[in-house]
């Protein structure tokens, strides 16, 4: 990474930890995740909340040990407890980007319970409405887990960007070592026709050159009469050891080769061997720079290296920029099967959250968790099963900011 970005990204998520990034938990939002901070918050018998109303008290928790997250709700009146019975309740959470969930409540044992499940993440604005023995009573209050505010500006100059979960596919790839070679044909080593002195040499290792130029001059020994060395192919001067002065014999005075393309041979172990075949795409990545070009394999070579035990499969890659360089070590990646699915997201969108794994669901300058069930995956996607939809704005780069500023805020829910 270019050092000056590294250092704008370190300052920008230091501002976001300092709160420069947020619009403080002194709003009417910000990072408060109730109207109270947790210690603020008064707990009945039962680790609920509790609501009060004159001489009417209701406890409400959510309850999630050995079942999946519920409501539960016990009443009160001058601190003594009612049976479940002597009043009705509902509770309506307003959750990020407009969805609402009611919760209406049935007797059950000594308490009241919610009629649904509270999916995650707990992250609400909630509303308690409850009717006990002819009086009425609401509550409302903020409830926020895994929840955040960025400006857009403060975002935008963090390199956060968003965006939407649609389908994708995954593929089923395999991941391989490779080498870079010259073509056969385009490749070839000069050896002087007759022996003799060399008199004169006009190339040099690197210099480019065309077929059928002049690259020396040896004096035969044989006719006493100077002939001229020339390249049979376009291509780039690999190696030289002509030296004017020097006898030319047997031994190659030039290796010359044509290099706008290459190819790349890939070793194939085991089962690979087995089921990569010729006509399977392959991306191909430099291993000094990361750059990756995309092709098809070729062919897979009949033969069985002894020493390694591996199959090579080759492929040939374009190289007009002269970027990629022949005994150069690659990465590659076959793809032997595609798999289209409804939803995806890209792994660097992942985070960890508590023992989930998330994506950061952007509206407006609001960030929230999104707890997912995931499916298959490759290199760069994976599939989402649960727990986001089509269209949902993601935070796709620079996730990990985000992460930071909501651990930093320290939210939870009432449990």
């Given at each position: 990474m270019n050092p000056s970005k590294t250092f704008l990204i370190l300052g920008l998520a230091l501002a976001?930890?300092?709160?420069?990034?947020?619009?403080?938990?002194?709003?009417?939002?910000?990072?408060?995740?109730?109207?109270?901070?947790?210690?603020?918050?008064?707990?009945?018998?039962?680790?609920?909340?509790?609501?009060?109303?004159?001489?009417?008290?209701?406890?409400?928790?959510?309850?999630?040990?050995?079942?999946?997250?519920?409501?539960?709700?016990?009443?009160?009146?001058?601190?003594?407890?009612?049976?479940?019975?002597?009043?009705?309740?509902?509770?309506?959470?307003?959750?990020?980007?407009?969805?609402?969930?009611?919760?209406?409540?049935?007797?059950?044992?000594?308490?009241?319970?919610?009629?649904?499940?509270?999916?995650?993440?707990?992250?609400?604005?909630?509303?308690?409405?409850?009717?006990?023995?002819?009086?009425?009573?609401?509550?409302?209050?903020?409830?926020?887990?895994?929840?955040?505010?960025?400006?857009?500006?403060?975002?935008?100059?963090?390199?956060?960007?968003?965006?939407?979960?649609?389908?994708?596919?995954?593929?089923?790839?395999?991941?391989?070592?490779?080498?870079?070679?010259?073509?056969?044909?385009?490749?070839?080593?000069?050896?002087?026709?007759?022996?003799g002195p060399i008199r004169s040499i006009t190339v040099g290792v690197g210099d480019a050159v065309r077929q059928g130029q002049a690259l020396a001059t040896v004096e035969s020994n044989v006719s006493l009469a100077p002939y001229t060395i020339t390249s049979p192919i376009d291509g780039v001067v690999l190696a030289r050891s002509a030296t004017v002065g020097e006898v030319a014999g047997e031994s190659p005075l030039f290796e010359i080769a044509d290099l706008s393309a290459l190819w790349v041979d890939v070793h194939l172990f085991g089962g690979d061997a087995q089921h990569i075949v010729a006509g399977l795409p392959i991306e191909v990545t430099r291993l000094s720079d990361g750059v990756s070009a995309s092709t098809t394999l070729d062919r897979v070579l009949p033969a069985t290296a002894t020493a390694s035990q591996s199959t090579v499969g080759r492929a040939r890659i374009d190289n007009a920029d002269g970027r990629w360089r022949p005994g150069a070590a690659v990465r590659a990646r076959v793809t032997v099967a595609e798999h289209a699915v409804p939803l995806a997201v890209p792994l660097a969108a992942l985070q960890r959250f508590r023992d989930w794994d998330v994506v950061f669901v952007r509206v407006g300058d609001d960030y929230e968790i999104r707890p997912l069930e995931l499916g298959r995956r490759d290199g760069v996607h994976v599939e989402v099963l649960e727990g986001l939809k089509a269209g949902d704005e993601i935070v796709v780069e620079q996730s990990y900011l985000v992460k930071a500023d909501i651990e930093k805020s320290g939210a939870s829910h009432d449990h």
């Open positions: 976001l930890v300092a709160c420069g990034a947020r619009t403080g938990a002194d709003d009417e939002h910000g990072h408060g995740h109730d109207e109270h901070t947790e210690t603020e918050v008064e707990k009945g018998a039962h680790n609920g909340r509790l609501l009060r109303e004159g001489n009417l008290i209701v406890e409400l928790a959510i309850f999630e040990d050995g079942v999946p997250p519920e409501y539960r709700a016990w009443l009160y009146r001058d601190g003594k407890p009612l049976p479940p019975d002597a009043g009705s309740l509902e509770v309506v959470l307003a959750r990020l980007g407009g969805v609402t969930d009611t919760h209406r409540f049935t007797a059950r044992g000594d308490h009241l319970v919610g009629s649904g499940v509270v999916y995650e993440p707990h992250s609400f604005d909630v509303e308690v409405r409850a009717q006990v023995d002819g009086q009425s009573a609401r509550w409302t209050y903020e409830s926020y887990e895994g929840r955040t505010r960025i400006a857009a500006d403060i975002a935008t100059q963090a390199g956060i960007r968003v965006a939407a979960a649609g389908p994708g596919v995954i593929r089923d790839e395999h991941e391989l070592q490779g080498l870079l070679t010259p073509i056969e044909g385009r490749h070839a080593r000069l050896a002087a026709r007759f022996p």
